[in-house]
């Protein structure tokens, strides 16, 4: 599906282009060149709403040639507002009734004007302050300080959970009587929240998204990947966000800043990558933020790879649907912190082992759904079981239930006892099964860490071998009658898991995924010194993306289970990927392709 493509304008820039006509002109000249649709115009941010007459003269300049409906940055702060909180931006509290006022008047203002509001990623309770702190504690019933609240978010369980209940509580309430009044002003406006990237913390400031989907009319998502991240999670963080709000999904909204220093743009790669994911997403709508960074020199390159990509996605449209075959990860939404397990997804998901979402009631028979430490606390290894999927069990789930002893979790794994289950390795080498040690030495360290479990019985898939050359299981199969259960120490640490474990680990996950997906990417060679990341596969049910983010050709063989896909000799689209040489095996097919460097193709099946 080809999505509409939008620009959204925030504030300071919608200012700049009502008063300086050839900024205007110039800006409505990229839009047209590059092929924009819509325009969304921002009254608010930073405590300042501009006037309903700059917005009608804002209108006025796009509306000949484009859409047009508004913005709003509630959530961030401004002097005179109320209360505060200094992150890396100062926001606003939303518990304090002040700040409520402001932001339910910017919001009157736009829907007064347009038929569509969409708001910016800042609403969120972000918060701790002491009138925070006195409607927690008489919520539950504590008697905590703020330094003791603060310091029990970070240690302990149940308040954890409670917190996220309160801020969730607390953001669904006002947010309604945000909608309320936009409602009062026009009955026919839209709002539409727009959350952000940061997905792991959604719950605990507030943004409980089954929620938030009942409140307002629709959902966009913050699909921005920063330098140093993985920018699969572009992607999978919309399949993410589907699988909890189902049809309320909207669109998928990323910017050009890298992250580390915002002033500064993100390389024109990486840019080009999130570009790249959020059209593969599916989403109806994607929009780049915001309007005049565009027109900026520092942006040009950005500009010109995001048309080039445009150009080549005309395509590929036919292709993109939004449901997605992959190892399932749970459309759930945990309060607890997840120190090894954030953005698991996106990792595996660079790997080449495709990752998608589905609410915990889909889950059925021939689905392969990851446990992590966060949702081992909240869903039953055994109703998942149950269900008749199977589950990989990641290496911090299984130390989160050796440490707080979760012996339904235990006992499918085979782990006897809670006290010195644990330990850590260091890994030299790793084995798979019935072949050779393997290591990965050239040029680089090649000792790593990998977690130990005291695991009593299974089939090892995996061994890791440390520097007295004894093996322990990184990788562990347990049989329960026809389930399933994959235990994989080796995904504890991740950054080592995608760069510095040799390549038959991360391998050893594919041939897993390939099971269940029925497509896989595996080297070329079994060198020692082969890599194979940053290549990541995208499954519909009739075609595949096959997704190139490094920085020259990549030679993979591509294996198709035709069970599975009834494909015979895989047919590329765009040119982008070329196929070398067939083999055919079974109800295999193993073809050897060529995809460019810093590129999209797609396979019709």
Same mark, same amino acid.
């Given at each position: 599906m080809k999505p509409k493509l939008a620009m959204y304008l925030a504030r300071? =820039?919608? /200012?700049?282009?009502?008063?300086?006509?050839?900024?205007?002109? +110039?800006?409505? &000249?990229?839009? @047209?060149d590059v092929g924009f649709e819509k325009v969304y115009i921002e009254n608010y941010r930073d405590g300042k709403t501009l006037d309903f007459k700059i917005i009608e003269s804002a209108v006025r300049v796009f509306e000949r040639d484009f859409e047009v409906s508004g913005g709003v940055a509630i959530g961030t702060w401004g002097e005179g507002l109320g209360e505060n909180a200094d992150w890396w931006h100062i926001v606003a509290c939303v518990?304090?009734?002040?700040?409520?006022?402001?932001?339910?008047?910017?919001? %009157?203002?736009?829907? *007064?004007?347009?038929?569509?509001?969409?708001?910016?990623?800042?609403?969120?309770?972000?918060?701790? *302050?002491?009138?925070?702190?006195?409607?927690?504690?008489?919520?539950?019933?504590?008697?905590?300080?703020?330094? /003791?609240?603060?310091?029990?978010?970070?240690?302990?369980?149940?308040? &954890?959970?409670?917190?996220?209940?309160?801020?969730?509580?607390?953001?669904?309430?006002?947010?309604?009587?945000?909608?309320?009044?936009?409602?009062?002003?026009?009955?026919?406006? @839209?709002?539409?929240?727009?959350?952000?990237?940061?997905? %792991?913390?959604f719950y605990h400031r507030g943004l409980k998204l089954d929620a938030m989907a009942r409140v307002f009319d629709g959902i966009y998502i913050g699909t921005e990947s920063r330098e140093g991240t993985y920018r699969y999670g572009s992607l999978f963080i919309v399949d993410f966000v589907r699988g909890l709000v189902g049809e309320k999904l909207y669109g998928a909204w990323f910017d050009s800043y890298n992250g580390y220093e915002i002033p500064a743009p993100i390389s024109p790669n990486v840019f080009v990558e999130q570009l790249w994911f959020s059209l593969l997403s599916g989403v109806k709508e994607v929009t780049f933020f915001q309007g005049l960074d565009f027109v900026r020199e520092?942006?040009? %390159?950005?500009? /010109?790879?995001?048309?080039?990509?445009?150009?080549?996605?005309?395509?590929?449209?036919d292709y993109i649907k939004p449901s997605k075959r992959g190892v399932v990860s749970l459309a759930i939404?945990?309060?607890?912190?997840?120190?090894?397990?954030?953005?698991?997804?996106?990792?595996?998901?660079?790997?080449?082992?495709?990752?998608? =979402?589905?609410?915990?009631?889909?889950i059925a028979k021939g689905d392969l759904a990851i446990l992590d430490e966060g949702s081992v606390m909240t869903v039953s290894l055994a109703k998942v079981l149950e269900r008749g999927a199977d589950v990989l069990l990641t290496g911090a789930a299984i130390k989160r239930a050796v440490e707080r002893c979760l012996g339904d979790v235990l006992a499918l794994v085979h782990i006897d006892k809670c006290d010195g289950?644990?330990?850590?390795?260091?890994?030299?080498?790793?084995?798979?099964? +019935? +072949?050779?040690?393997?290591?990965r030495s050239h040029r680089r360290p090649y000792a790593y860490p990998v977690p130990v479990f005291e695991f009593s019985d299974g089939e090892p898939l995996l061994h890791a071998v440390d520097e007295k050359g004894r093996r322990h299981p990184a990788l562990v199969l347990f049989r329960h009658g026809e389930s399933r259960v994959y235990a994989a120490p080796i995904t504890m640490y991740l950054h080592n898991l995608y760069k510095d474990y040799p390549e038959v680990v991360r391998q050893a996950l594919r041939d897993i995924a390939f099971?269940?997906?029925g497509v896989k990417v595996e080297p070329v060679s079994t060198s020692s010194a082969t890599e194979l990341s940053n290549i990541s596969l995208v499954l519909y049910d009739d075609a595949m993306a096959l997704?190139?983010?490094?920085?020259?050709?990549?030679?993979?063989?591509?294996?198709?289970?035709?069970?599975?896909?009834?494909?015979?000799r895989p047919s590329p689209v765009n040119g982008n990927l070329s196929v070398v040489s067939v083999e055919e095996s079974g109800e295999v097919t193993r073809a050897r392709v060529v995809i460019k460097r810093n590129s999209v193709d797609f396979i019709k099946f």
């Open positions: 300071h =820039s919608v /200012e700049k282009v009502v008063s300086n006509g050839s900024l205007a002109g +110039g800006l409505v &000249e990229l839009l @047209k518990s304090d009734e002040r700040n409520q006022e402001v932001f339910a008047k910017a919001v %009157e203002l736009q829907a *007064s004007i347009f038929n569509e509001v969409l708001i910016d990623d800042f609403w969120a309770n972000w918060c701790y *302050s002491q009138r925070d702190v006195n409607a927690f504690n008489a919520m539950f019933g504590f008697k905590l300080s703020r330094e /003791e609240l603060v310091k029990k978010l970070l240690s302990d369980p149940v308040v &954890e959970s409670l917190w996220a209940k309160y801020s969730a509580d607390l953001l669904t309430r006002v947010s309604q009587a945000i909608v309320d009044r936009a409602r009062d002003a026009n009955r026919n406006v @839209k709002v539409i929240l727009k959350v952000a990237e940061w997905r %792991e913390m520092d942006r040009r %390159e950005h500009v /010109e790879k995001a048309k080039n990509t445009l150009k080549q996605f005309q395509q590929l449209y939404q945990t309060p607890f912190a997840k120190p090894f397990d954030n953005y698991i997804e996106d990792v595996l998901g660079s790997l080449g082992v495709p990752v998608t =979402s589905k609410p915990l009631e889909s289950a644990y330990s850590i390795a260091d890994a030299i080498a790793f084995a798979g099964r +019935g +072949g050779d040690a393997v290591s099971e269940y997906v997704v190139n983010m490094n920085g020259f050709d990549n030679v993979i063989n591509l294996v198709i289970n035709r069970g599975v896909f009834k494909a015979t």
